[in-house]
């Protein structure tokens, strides 16, 4: 008698995605409400976003969602929110974003023309729907000279859902370019701040074949749906998916610097997102030009408590990823770990070095932008509109 062939895969359980009504002998998994609730949170988040851009604000300070650090003596320590950009002073957090400047860089001169165009804005929301991350490459627009100068920026964020609205957790918006060592002057320390040292001393483990480059040895760490996604400091360094296990974020191995480690949600207990923020400093080797050296970087990274799923084909019953994904890791935590599902690394770059990279020999000075424009002349900014006086013999409100 022929055996009945049985084969069993070991998976994690992906982001789940909204599925189509089926008929039929077809699932039983979907939730109309439960896939448009999502669906509408994600739109939501995706416009909150892309408003954000225009207008440029600082973060909420405070939210239940952001739990802060509690040491012995009971005192709470935020953690987050935070903000990092593109140059070495540009890492701030909780308090620090009262007074926040922009996030964009260089020091443009007021009321010269600026925007932000987004070219590419993924979001993905957890398994629990509590928090979701972004990704999205900028078009930072400044109009000089009868012309627009463009720099290409990559933002990535955290976001929890605190009632009816979205939190800012961390964003981290960066400018791509090859790594040097000991480039400019060193990024501003990040004070660590950890609100669990078990939690830490385990996503720094997850973290080590990352930043080792050798994710392909231990995939289990890292999820690969196309929720999934690593960025490194040159602007060529993007995996998404799949492609993330062969991800090679610098070319040198990595270390640990200054760190915050925390969590979405009330507490340790029900949490299902943890994030790590702080500095890595890399060993980088030579180059044509460049020596050998170690660079200063800055690494966000977000991770996802995921269960593990075992796939049985054959005549066993069918255990899949669907139904999996019908509980939370944060109601059951059985066979559930943490997984890392966004990587940002990236290295500081100054005033003067960004200006030159874009402006070239047209810069005169950084700090404020001053730059020639191709007929010698040096742009002058808008001037702000004057009311006009009324005219004679017209009545004045």
């Not at 039983?28 to 408003?51: C, G, K, N």
């Not at 500095?279 to 269960?307: C, H, I, M, Q, S």
């Amino acid at each position: 008698m022929t055996r009945a062939l049985v084969v069993a895969v070991v998976a994690l359980a992906g982001c789940p995605r909204a599925k189509p009504p089926q008929t039929g002998g077809g699932s039983d998994h979907f939730d109309p409400d439960r896939d448009e609730t999502r669906r509408r949170s994600l739109a939501e988040l995706q416009d909150q976003i892309l408003l954000s851009y225009e207008r440029d604000e600082p973060a909420d300070i405070e939210s239940p969602m952001i739990p802060p650090r509690i040491d012995d003596k009971k005192v709470g320590h935020p953690i987050a929110p935070g903000r990092i950009g593109v140059g070495p002073g540009d890492a701030l957090f909780a308090g620090e974003l009262e007074r926040a400047p922009s996030r964009w860089p260089l020091d443009v001169a007021p009321l010269t023309p600026t925007s932000a165009h987004s070219k590419r804005l993924e979001v993905h929301l957890s398994q629990d729907g509590t928090a979701a991350w972004a990704f999205d490459e900028i078009s930072w627009r400044i109009g000089m000279c009868g012309r627009q100068a463009v720099i290409p920026l990559r933002m990535t964020g955290l976001y929890a859902r605190d009632g009816d609205r979205w939190v800012t957790v961390f964003e981290h918006v960066s400018f791509g370019h090859i790594p040097s060592p000991l480039r400019g002057v060193p990024p501003k320390p990040i004070a660590t701040e950890v609100i669990d040292r078990e939690l830490a001393d385990n996503l720094s483990r997850i973290l080590s074949p990352v930043l080792y480059r050798k994710i392909d040895q231990a995939p289990k760490v890292i999820g690969t749906g196309a929720e999934v996604m690593l960025l490194g400091p040159d602007l060529s360094s993007e995996w998404h998916g799949p492609d993330v296990l062969g991800a090679k974020l610098t070319a040198g191995n990595m270390k640990l610097e200054d760190r915050r480690v925390g969590v979405v949600g009330h507490g340790m207990k029900d949490t299902t997102i943890a994030y790590w923020i702080g500095n890595l400093t890399a060993d980088l080797p030579g180059r044509p030009g460049v020596p050998p050296g170690k660079a200063w970087l800055r690494a966000t990274f977000v991770f996802e408590y995921r269960r593990r799923v075992t796939v049985q084909v054959g005549k066993a019953k069918q255990v899949t990823a669907t139904e999996a994904e019908t509980k939370s890791c944060a109601e059951d935590s059985t066979d559930c770990e943490w997984v890392l599902v966004l990587g940002h690394v990236s290295e500081p770059i100054n005033d003067e070095d960004l200006a030159t990279t874009v402006f070239g020999t047209a810069l005169i000075s950084p700090k404020p932008l001053q730059v020639t424009c191709d007929d010698g002349s040096r742009p002058t900014a808008r001037q702000p509109e004057r009311p006009r006086p009324p005219e004679q013999g017209a009545r004045t409100p």
